[in-house]
Nanobody
């Protein structure tokens, strides 16, 4: 059974950095595009970043472009989200997910499976 497990979320001060990790298991994720989404309190889950397994292309939400970086370690079956210059509005539960859809997508329904999420809290 495919499993995604996020880790690395914690409380951090505004302006700080954090790296989230998503561990992949139970399925050959080598042919999956991988994405990160987040859900802030009282809001819907929204797209953050995506990484293509073909050539390593990336795609970011405007709100995180230039501050966040998605990357992947195929040998260790890990996906990372490096977050720099964090802002209080980045506070959310962060989820990683896999997609078999051709091309990078920001649509959450294009992704399956999903992890359980990790909480990131940015204090002002």
């Amino acid at each position: 059974q495919a499993q995604l497990a996020e880790s690395g979320g914690r409380l951090v001060q505004a302006g700080g950095s954090l790296r989230l990790t998503c561990a992949l298991s139970g399925r050959a994720f080598d042919t999956y595009n991988m994405g990160w989404f987040r859900r802030a309190p009282g809001q819907e889950r929204v797209f953050v970043a995506a990484h293509s397994y073909t050539g390593g292309a990336t795609y970011y939400a405007d709100t995180v472009e230039g501050r966040f970086t998605i990357s992947r370690d195929y040998a260790r079956n890990l996906v990372y989200l490096q977050m720099n210059s964090l802002k209080p509005e980045d506070t959310a539960v962060y989820y990683c997910a896999g997609s078999r859809r051709a091309g990078l997508t920001a649509v959450s329904s294009d992704y399956d499976p999903w992890g359980q999420g990790t909480q990131v809290t940015v204090s002002s």
